[in-house]
């Protein structure tokens, strides 16, 4: 019954798929390239590590079989982004309230310093809600103070802000000596304490680090806040309103934090399809190939975060659709791009962003393609980025001849900034992420909330594939519609991107 199903398939393909690259991708293809980029022989593909020189040497041999060429600056295929890695490893702290030590009932902070060694005396502390106001400004005096600011987002907030990083920026460029977010509903206290213990990456361009951040919890506050004099509950409602002007909390601190730093070179990985008439300009496909790597403390069962959905699914994907593009000339050059630091904040997209290997205004689209093995078959097709670019009745088109439904809502939208495509949609590149990994959001939010950046995201008998082999197939018509420069002339999405 499979053999007739697969022979049926590939007889009745839509004409959006060419005969030169008539086969459909199975779930095999892609099964086989995950099985090994999220094995524990990989370590969980962290940057800086030898799982880092696994995978990059496994992308470049793959890629190259596929009938890719290098496609870096320099005639390679690894672009270089220096980075600096921090985590915590000590910290003493000692609170005051009108000149007199305080003992606070609580463990829920986690600090690391800029460098090696911090200290100070006598830090005036501040509370600022979600540290700016309605208009984006920094809404309190924060300089050379401890800063205390709420993770989570808010309703007033301009959407580039909504993140705590923009917002952490804002802060550190107004003179805060150390910013502490305080966790909520959107970032747990565990979630945001693993994200720091598993030593966040920077990248170098970007250091803006503080002398000293961190995070507390909720329960943290309530106890600092109570001890100090004060009601937690009460600064917190003030802090949703969308004049709030922040308020000092009579408190100062004496800090000693020792942390390890470390400065390192990571890579992003590029490869070419050179086109026919390069002058009608370049498309990408761009997934992240990093992970969290050994995420977990020595003791643990499973101390490595192997990354199978996020995103070794992606990179199979990509894998795939180039194997296939490959087997024809395209109109249009088209670049294949593997990300690093995706997990500590997109920073290899934004340092391809910064550095981009064909000048930003030749790329008529980008096709960011991230945990993808999430839906199954038959599964709707969203697009993060709708609405941005003019764009959407042709990628729409290219679905719809492909027999695929359209999810027509902005649903998928929320996830515009958490994507490496973001980095692109700031400079005015028109990026998107298209497929049925988020036209069911409660799927996906089943994943976020389960196996997402843990031990648990590994390679198991029922991995989610058929959605994927799906998309893969919709990613090949897509790139063989987009670097077509006659279906799809050179025009600019005229939204605008970046909103």
């Not at 890695?85 to 609580?106: L, M, S």
Request: glycine share 10%.
């Amino acid at each position: 019954m499979r053999v007739l199903h697969a022979l049926f398939v590939t007889l009745a393909l839509p004409a959006a798929l060419s005969s030169a690259a008539a086969r459909p991708v199975t779930e095999a293809d892609l099964r086989k390239h995950i099985e090994i980029l999220a094995s524990d022989d990989f370590e969980g593909r962290a940057p800086g590590t030898e799982g880092e020189r696994k995978t990059l040497d496994y992308l470049r041999n793959a890629w190259s079989k596929a009938g890719v060429k290098a496609g870096a600056a320099d005639g390679s295929w690894l672009q270089p982004v220096e980075f600096v890695k921090r985590g915590p490893k000590t910290a003493d702290v000692q609170f005051y309230a009108r000149g007199e030590k305080i003992r606070v009932v609580g463990d829920e902070l986690l600090l690391i310093g800029r460098e090696s060694e911090y200290q100070r005396e006598k830090l005036p502390a501040v509370f600022v809600g979600h540290g700016v106001n309605a208009a984006g400004e920094v809404n309190a005096d924060v300089s050379g103070k401890l800063v205390f600011v709420l993770s989570d987002s808010a309703e007033f907030l301009p959407r580039e802000l909504r993140q705590m990083r923009a917002r952490r920026e804002k802060l550190l460029k107004a003179g805060a000596e150390g910013v502490i977010a305080i966790s909520g509903e959107q970032f747990n206290y565990p979630a945001y304490r693993r994200a720091l213990m598993s030593r966040p990456i920077v990248w170098a361009e970007k250091d803006l680090a503080v002398g000293v951040e961190g995070v507390a919890s909720p329960q943290y506050m309530v106890a600092l806040v109570t001890a100090a004099g004060g009601d937690w509950d009460k600064m917190r409602a003030a802090a949703q309103a969308a004049d709030y002007g922040g308020q000092t909390l009579q408190l100062s601190a004496d800090l000693s934090v020792t942390s390890d730093v470390r400065r390192f070179t990571s890579s992003n990985i590029i490869g070419k399809l050179p086109g026919r008439k390069p002058s009608t300009g370049a498309i990408v496909f761009m997934g992240h190939w990093d992970h969290l790597g050994i995420c977990r403390p020595e003791g643990e069962p499973d101390r490595i975060c192997n990354g199978a959905v996020d995103n070794a699914s992606g990179m199979a994907v990509i894998t795939e659709v180039a194997r296939r593009l490959a087997r024809q000339r395209h109109d249009r050059d088209i670049y294949f791009i593997g990300t690093t630091a995706e997990e500590s904040g997109l920073w290899g997209a934004y340092a391809f962003a910064a550095n981009p290997v064909v000048p930003l205004d030749q790329i008529k689209a980008v096709f960011n393609i991230d945990t993808i093995a999430i839906a199954p078959r038959g599964s709707k097709v969203a697009i993060i980025g709708r609405g941005k670019t003019s764009f959407d009745p042709d990628i729409e088109r290219v679905a719809q001849k492909l027999g695929r439904k359209i999810e027509p809502s902005t649903d998928a939208n929320a996830f515009l900034q958490r994507q490496d495509g973001w980095a692109l949609m700031q400079k005015g590149v028109a990026s998107f992420m298209v497929g049925g990994s988020f036209a069911d959001l409660g799927k996906l939010d089943a994943f976020l909330k389960g196996p997402y950046h843990g031990p648990e995201d590994e390679v198991t008998a029922d991995l989610q594939l058929g959605g994927a082999a799906e998309d893969s197939d919709l990613h090949v018509a897509l790139g063989q519609y987009f670097a077509n420069a006659r279906k799809f002339p050179p025009k600019k999405p005229e939204k605008g991107t970046g909103g």
